[in-house]
């Protein structure tokens, strides 16, 4: 079983920064852990958005989301178990709840569907204000 917890969320204002983690725990060996693990983004009343994800093997197979590529990276910390997922210049359109999710398989998909992804996190907030 895997269990995922995002943080890092929070209130920024336009043009700032933000670095969301995800926690992976449970009965997995991160070395031998074959999964794709993806970011995804749900604002009120519009529909879950994909933004990124990284497989935890080798190079990772970084993809990001094209509305996100230029401010957005994401990232894993092998020892530590958890992906990152950075945003810099903020802009008010970036506010959602930000879900981790992974799935066990030898590769990620593309383009990223969460209907690929069977374990998520509970998500944490993310809030662009001035």
């Known amino acids: 079983q895997v269990q995922l917890a995002e943080s890092g969320g929070g209130s920024v204002q336009p043009g700032g920064s933000l670095r969301l983690s995800c926690e992976v725990s449970?009965?997995?060996?991160?070395?031998?852990?074959?999964?794709?693990v993806g970011w995804f983004r749900q604002a009120p009343g519009k529909e879950r958005e994909a933004v990124a994800s990284?497989?935890?093997?080798?190079?990772?197979?970084?993809h990001l989301a094209d509305s996100v590529e230029d401010r957005f990276t994401i990232s894993r910390n092998d020892a530590q178990k958890t992906v990152h997922l950075q945003i810099s210049r903020l802009k008010p359109e970036d506010a959602a709840m930000y879900y981790c999710?992974?799935?066990?398989?030898?590769?990620?998909?593309?383009?990223?569907?969460?209907?690929?992804?069977?374990?998520w996190g509970q998500g944490t907030q993310v809030t662009v204000s001035s």
């Open positions: 999710a992974a799935d066990g398989r030898p590769y990620c998909n593309l383009p990223i569907n969460s209907r690929d992804f069977l374990y």
């Open positions: 449970g009965s997995i060996s991160w070395n031998s852990w074959n999964y794709c």
């Open positions: 990284i497989h935890t093997i080798g190079n990772g197979g970084m």
